[in-house]
Antibody, heavy 121, light 106 residues
Framework: QVTLKESGPGILQPSQTLSLTCTFS??????????VGWIRQPSGKGLEWLAN???????YYNPSLKNRLTISKDTSNNQAFLKITNVDTADTATYYC?????????????WGQGVMVTVSS | DTVLTQSPALAVSPGERVTISCRAS??????MHWYQQKPGQQPKLLIYGASNLESGVPARFSGSGSGTDFTLTIDPVEADDTATYFC?????????FGAGTKLELK
């Protein structure tokens, strides 16, 4: 059974760094072709893809935020991480992590429940 | 970026057939996927690779299209299908999502 769960600070101030953790089970990020992605959704709005990390540690970022994003993984502990630097109120959103089962046709087949992050002074 | 355009909302009666469209600003081949999101929940994968039904998803859902024009069909629609439906492309960099189509039941 594949599950993913996001965790984060809940609230932080502008200019701080947002650190998110995705803890998953039921699959391994060392499996060929496997990946984990991060997607966010402001309340009542659409979805925005942020970044992917692959089984071979290759990383792929949305160019619109690339300078602020760092994705990483801890394969032995079944975790993936996302850091966003210099946050602003526009980064207020629910953040999801999701599994990508195969690199050849990247889609998100299992999603976490999401973690709400508020940026406010 | 590849812009995905969806109709904002649809209203149908249970038992009817509904088609939800997604038009891409450039070709995405068959790298189009569909998700269902109910209020307060995470998105759920329905269709991947334009026409492949995800395991466990009812056969009432189907997808078609290639290039720039794609369709998600629900036939017949059930009351539980009330949700917002998003398309997503992964053919061009960066991945992008449509703004979503809110499906309401009459």
């Amino acid at each position: 059974q594949v599950t993913l769960k996001e965790s984060g600070p809940g609230i932080l101030q502008p200019s701080q760094t947002l650190s998110l953790t995705c803890t998953f089970s039921g699959f391994s990020l060392s499996t060929y072709g496997m990946g984990v992605g991060w997607i966010r959704q402001p309340s009542g709005k659409g979805l925005e893809w942020l970044a992917n990390i692959w089984w071979d540690d290759d990383k792929y970022y949305n160019p619109s935020l690339k300078n602020r994003l760092t994705i990483s993984k801890d394969t032995s502990n079944n975790q993936a991480f996302l850091k966003i630097t210099n946050v602003d109120t526009a980064d207020t959103a629910t953040y999801y992590c999701a599994r990508i089962p195969i690199i050849t046709t990247p889609y998100f087949d299992y999603w976490g429940q999401g973690v709400m992050v508020t940026v406010s002074s | 970026d590849t812009v995905l355009t969806q109709s904002p909302a649809l209203a149908v009666s249970p038992g009817e057939r509904v088609t939800i469209s997604c038009r891409a600003s450039e070709s995405v081949s068959t790298g189009m996927h569909w998700y269902q999101q109910k209020p307060g929940q995470q998105p759920k994968l329905l269709i991947y690779g334009a026409s492949n039904l995800e395991s466990g998803v009812p056969a009432r859902f189907s997808g078609s299209g290639s290039g720039t024009d794609f369709t998600l069909t629900i036939d017949p629609v059930e009351a539980d299908d009330t949700a917002t439906y998003f398309c997503q492309q992964s053919w061009n960099d960066p991945y992008t999502f449509g703004a979503g189509t809110k499906l309401e039941l009459k």
